[in-house]
Each structure stands twice: as C-alpha cells, then as structure tokens.
Nanobody, 128 residues
C-alpha cells in the first residue's frame, strides 16, 4: 500500500526551528513531485513548498510567506523529503501535510487538487 508518513512536528518558540520529514512507504519518491501544504484553523489549505521529481531536476518552489526561511530537500537513500523551517513565526502554526504527484514534466505545483497521495499531517505550533 502506497502512503506518505510525516514526522517532526511539535511546539517551538518564535524564532526557533523545526525539521519535518515526509517518507514514502510502498513506492519510491524519485519520480514524484512532493509538496508541503499547511492548514491553520479557520483558513484554507495553502502550499508552502514543493520539489519536482529527480528527472525534472528536483527544482524547488516556495510560497512568498516562507521564502528565505524554509528549505525543502530530498534524501533519495531514505526515500524522504524534508522541510527545514527556520525563524518560525506564530503565523506558521498549522497542520502540515505532505503530498505527492507523479511528475513527468515541468515544475512542481501547489495545486492540492492534483496531488495523488497525502500524508495524515503533523502539527506545528509556534508559541511562547
């Protein structure tokens, strides 16, 4: 059974850092674009960052709200995509989900409707 499993969420103070991981189980992520999405209470889901497939150069994208603070990367040996989050702000508080879609051409996308697989999510809380 193909699934994605997130880990690494938690409670952190403003200005702190967290590392989220998204691991593929039952399939390899090499040919998939993988994205991180978040949803805060009362708000719509938004794309945070994504990385295209290996054949498409693992190109990255970031939402304006996190550019310069978050970094997405692949670990092909571990079949994992990580999101390093620095300089966290209270407005980063949300449930973070990873998602994957087969990526045969072009950049990754923040369109949640096209994603094929979703993880269950991990809570990130930024508070003093």
């Amino acid at each position: 059974q193909r699934q994605l499993v997130e880990s690494g969420g938690g409670l952190v103070q403003p200005g702190g850092s967290l590392r989220l991981s998204c691991t593929g189980s039952g399939f390899t992520l090499l040919h998939y674009a993988v994205g991180w999405f978040r949803q805060a209470p009362g708000k719509e889901r938004e794309g945070v960052s994504c990385i295209s497939s290996i054949p498409n150069g693992s190109r990255t994208r970031y939402a304006d709200s996190v550019a310069g603070r978050f970094t997405i990367s692949r670990d092909n040996y571990e079949n994992t995509v990580s999101l390093i989050m620095n300089s966290l702000k209270p407005e980063d508080t949300a449930i973070y989900h990873c998602a994957a879609v087969l990526n045969t051409f072009g950049e990754c996308t923040f369109d949640s409707h096209t994603q094929e697989y979703w993880g269950k999510g991990t809570q990130v809380t930024v508070s003093s």
